[in-house]
């Protein structure tokens, strides 16, 4: 038999083989007897094809192998019956991979999970609740409390805090997605309700129950234009108890202008960034901003298990929480001034106009976490 004959064979028996990149294939033989003798030959050669992808296949008299072996069956010919490509396909019963936002991407965040996920830090969300029933983050939520109705669960009836734990901690182990500290201990602290209104005194005992109950970190995605010197007290308190407060800028757009708590020295203020390393246009920005982040279209957990895009610099912060509880979980004796500083140190540069000045760019996950030695 003439090498072109056993190469037309093979084409005319699989003709998608030209399509594959590095095909595998499986070969079928007509006899149990030639299968054997195949075998035999096979390893009297002393070739290293066992050591490289070859499997037997005796309930179907057949050997998958790699294409650079197809030449060792050429003299078999015509006593295979069939060759087919091993192509690979998913379990019918998997529902897919998990998502990583582009928000998560952005700030490299997935490149430092072999050395921090944020395991066990404990994370408070003054928000609208969580809905710890949705698949992404029931690993995620630890426990919580709802300050406006004491009897009930923090469950979210707005939707607005569960987008929030989903960026900072959602853990799918499906076809979700992944938060920028997946193994983040998060706790609801429901002081907004289904409107996403809220006391001031309930964003302030909220803040008192943080540093009651321990939380490391605590993200507060929300902004009021008017001064409160009872919530800054209590911001004054929580910062100086060791807790690291990230707050939201504001949505106005307005240049050196910022919405309290962020005003507050204590806190960390984000603005908002979009794909093109670009300050959204809907942010607050400056030099009062501490730090950046995605905060532009971004795709995160809702409520009854959905999903949803929102933008805002909201969303931003729950990204620069995220990145802290990466730091913390690698270097938990850092205080809350020593943490923004690292931040901004290892930030990345944003693409600015003439008349806007960003005193500090965009958080990097990545940087951030090389700059602290092993």
Not at 106 to 121: F, L, Q
């Amino acid at each position: 038999m003439k090498d072109t004959d056993f190469e037309q064979w093979l084409y005319n028996n699989e003709k998608n083989t030209l399509t594959e990149l590095n095909p595998r294939y499986i070969i079928r033989f007509k006899s149990l007897h030639t299968y054997k003798r195949c075998l035999s030959v096979i390893k009297s050669q002393k070739t290293s094809i066992y050591k490289d992808k070859l499997q037997t296949l005796p309930v179907i008299r057949g050997i998958s192998c790699s294409a650079s072996h197809l030449k060792l069956f050429e003299g078999f010919y015509p006593a295979i019956a069939s060759i087919e490509i091993d192509h690979k396909i998913a379990s019918i019963h998997a529902a897919g991979e998990p998502f990583i936002p582009w928000g998560v991407s952005h700030i490299h965040a997935p490149e430092v999970w072999s050395r921090s996920t944020g395991k066990r830090i404990k994370i408070g969300i003054i928000d609208t609740g969580i809905d710890y029933s949705h698949p992404d983050l029931q690993r995620s939520v630890y426990g919580g409390i709802n300050l406006i109705h004491r009897h009930l669960l923090p469950m979210d009836d707005n939707g607005h805090g569960t987008h929030i734990a989903g960026t900072i901690s959602a853990a799918s182990q499906n076809s979700g997605i992944i938060g920028v500290a997946p193994h983040g201990a998060l706790h609801a602290v429901k002081a907004f309700d289904h409107n996403g209104t809220a006391f001031v005194s309930d964003i302030i005992h909220g803040i008192d129950w943080c540093v009651r109950y321990r939380m490391d970190i605590i993200n507060m995605s929300f902004g009021m234009k008017s001064c409160s010197k009872a919530l800054e007290a209590a911001v004054h308190n929580a910062y100086y108890s060791g807790k690291v407060i990230v707050a939201s800028s504001g949505n106005s757009g307005k240049i050196n202008q910022m919405d309290f708590p962020a005003r507050f020295p204590q806190t960390i203020a984000v603005g908002a960034t979009t794909k093109g390393h670009k300050i959204a246009p809907f942010s607050n920005r400056g030099k009062r901003i501490d730090i950046y982040a995605p905060g532009d279209k971004i795709y995160s957990t809702w409520l009854q298990g959905k999903y949803n895009v929102l933008s805002g610099t909201s969303m931003a912060t729950s990204h620069v929480t995220g990145v802290i509880a990466l730091l913390l979980a690698i270097q938990p004796n850092l205080s809350p001034k020593q943490i923004k500083l690292i931040l901004q140190r290892n930030a990345l540069s944003l693409k600015t106009k003439r008349n806007i000045i960003a005193r500090f760019g965009e958080v990097s996950a990545s940087r951030t976490l090389k700059s602290i030695p092993l």
